[in-house]
């Protein structure tokens, strides 16, 4: 019987048919290994197996050495929620269009997770970010994301002025459609696309990129990780503003409320193939020259 990650819990995409056959290749393949499995209690219906265990995915991720997300970058920051409140490390298996964070295709799980679990892997830590919206003194929201915070204007064509400060120090005051918050992570996510740099996942840095700024020479700007960034907005007027940790949506964002950012206590540990290679996938990805150098 296989010792290494005895229990291995599986997170599927969910509502989304076309992972069956992936899931029920990898379920049958762990069971065969003598490994315990449990799948997510949304995608245990696509597994065609009798006595299934499943459960929620923070009871999976509670009992569970090693988890293995099935699906895209979206099911893979789901997963790592979960994982980082119980140190667990994460896998992605990658059946979505463009994964930064899932990087062992369906044709090679077998053979890549053969090695894998015999111990030959590469491990790599992503930290979060944690944030508070604080009103009235109190913190009335609370959220963790791995990829980014996003404060951005909501139900209204009026931009909003945002005012920044990093660790008790005024930065800026910008007018614009709302402002990016990324971590290496997340700086080839909705960061890249509004114009933001691409940063190495190994650099203890964030990213502050603007969207659609009124003043052109409002550009992104890096900082280190290790600072409070508070964010408010001006009171010239009454704003409507929402904020987004990943794809999670705060709402009802009020011009007196104040929003903290920072990095979160604890990271997630991501498992990789012995032959991962960061500027590998962006040249895939990004369809950048695949040519070798002279």
């Keep these: 019987m296989s010792t290494l990650f005895q229990r291995i819990g599986i997170i599927g995409k969910i509502g989304d048919p076309s992972i069956a056959g992936t899931l029920n290749q990898l379920y049958g393949y762990l069971q065969g290994r003598g490994h315990t499995v449990m799948v997510d209690a949304e995608s245990v219906g696509f597994v065609n197996q009798t006595n299934v265990q499943s459960a929620a995915i923070q009871v999976l991720a509670q009992n569970s050495d090693l988890i293995i997300a ?77 990829n980014e915070v996003v404060v951005h204007r909501w139900v209204t064509p009026s931009m909003i002025e945002i005012v920044t400060s990093i660790d008790g120090v005024y930065l800026n005051t ?26 190495h996942p190994g650099l203890h840095a964030l990213v502050l990129v603007p969207l659609n700024p009124h003043t052109l020479s409002n550009r992104p700007i890096v900082i280190d990780d290790n600072v ?44 990789h193939p012995e032959d991962h290679d960061f500027f590998h996938i962006l040249r895939s990805k990004l369809n950048w020259s695949g040519g070798n150098p002279a």
Excluded: M, W
């Excluded at 997340?186 to 114009?195: E, I, P, W």
């Excluded at 009454?238 to 604890?266: F, G, M, W, Y």
């Design 70 to 146: 099935v699906g895209g970058d979206g099911t893979f920051l789901s997963a790592s929620r979960a994982a980082a409140d119980y140190d667990v490390p994460i896998l992605g298996v990658n059946l979505g269009r463009l994964g930064f964070l899932v990087d062992i295709s369906p044709e090679q799980l077998l053979s890549q997770l053969d090695a894998i679990l015999a111990g030959r892997y590469k491990t790599e830590q992503r930290h979060l970010l944690i944030t508070k919206i604080i009103r009235d003194d109190q913190v009335i929201h609370q959220q963790t994301a791995v």
């Design 228 to 271: 409070e960034i508070e964010i408010r907005f001006s009171h010239i007027k009454q704003i409507n503003a929402q904020v987004t940790c990943d794809h999670l949506e705060i709402p009802d964002v009020r011009c007196s409320d104040q929003i903290v950012i920072k990095k979160a206590d604890k990271a997630i540990t991501i498992l």
């Design 174 to 199: 910008q007018r614009s459609d709302g402002l990016i918050v990324a971590t290496p992570t997340g700086s080839t996510a909705y960061s890249l696309s509004a114009g933001g740099p691409i940063l």
